[in-house]
Nanobody, 126 residues
Framework: QVQLVESGGGLVQAGGSLRLSCAASTRTFSSYAMGWFRQVPGKDREFVAALARSGMSFDYSDSVKGRFTISRDNAKNTVYLQMNSLKPEDTAVYYC???????????????????WGQGTQVTVSS
């Protein structure tokens, strides 16, 4: 069982930045593909970013491409989401997720992830 704990959310003005962190409780963190999703009330969970276990392959949704950066520090068992040029439409609860050990690609579908954090609220004011 892998536990994921997000932090770093908060209230920020449009155009500002936040960095989300997600700490994983596993010694084999480097073997997991990671992802970030977000959700607003009444809508499905939306893909934001994915990072392969190697850290060399990554992808983003079109809505955040060029503004958000996903990265990982395997020594700290942590994945990050750097969010710049934030917009009010980025307001959501952000979740990190881990795909089963050994998966080498990118995962875009929430159903393909095995472990989830509790979420952290990001609110962007206009």
């Amino acid at each position: 069982q892998v536990q994921l704990v997000e932090s770093g959310g908060g209230l920020v003005q449009a155009g500002g930045s936040l960095r989300l962190s997600c700490a994983a409780s596993t010694r084999t963190f480097s073997s997991y593909a990671m992802g970030w999703f977000r959700q607003v009330p009444g809508k499905d969970r939306e893909f934001v970013a994915a990072l392969a276990r190697s850290g060399m392959s990554f992808d983003y949704s079109d809505s955040v491409k060029g503004r958000f950066t996903i990265s990982r520090d395997n020594a700290k068992n942590t994945v990050y989401l750097q969010m710049n040029s934030l917009k009010p439409e980025d307001t959501a609860v952000y979740y990190c997720a881990a795909r089963g050990a050994g998966y080498s690609g990118l995962a875009y579908d929430a159903q393909n992830y095995d472990y989830w954090g509790q979420g952290t609220q990001v609110t962007v004011s206009s």
